[in-house]
């Protein structure tokens, strides 16, 4: 599967973005996806997953209660809601998928897409 993520930008705190991550393939409604991100200077961190179904999601503690991911399986997309935005939340998003549990280690990863919060 091809990951392609997208909608990354400028924003000040407070605000929202939502970012897409789309899929190619046939098969993506049996695939888990999460998205991750990335700061400057810091490791890669995981921000939500979603099971194949959509039924089951898990976040972050830093963004839960703030992001919402949710998926449709008849548009091959990953989403992510962000909203009430800190600029603590400034990295590069990944998305990423899995034939796997959504809480495991994910073998397909999206070009990540930037977002930076301003203060």
């Known amino acids: 599967v091809q990951l392609q993520a997208s909608g990354g930008g400028l924003v000040q705190a407070g605000g929202s973005l939502r970012l897409s991550c789309a899929a190619s393939?046939?098969?993506?409604?049996?695939?888990?996806m999460g998205w991750f991100r990335q700061a400057p200077g810091k490791e890669r961190e995981f921000v939500a997953a979603?099971?194949?179904?959509?039924?089951?999601?898990y976040y972050a503690d830093s963004v839960k209660g703030r992001f919402t991911i949710s998926r449709d399986n008849a548009k091959n997309t990953v989403y992510l809601q962000m909203n009430s935005l800190k600029p603590e939340d400034t990295a590069v998003y990944y998305c990423?998928?899995?034939?796997?549990?959504?809480?495991?280690?994910?073998?397909?990863w999206g070009q990540g897409t930037l977002v930076t919060v301003s203060s």
């Open positions: 990423a998928a899995d034939l796997g549990p959504p809480l495991g280690e994910y073998d397909y």
């Open positions: 393939g046939r098969t993506f409604s049996s695939y888990a």
């Open positions: 979603i099971s194949w179904s959509g039924g089951s999601t």
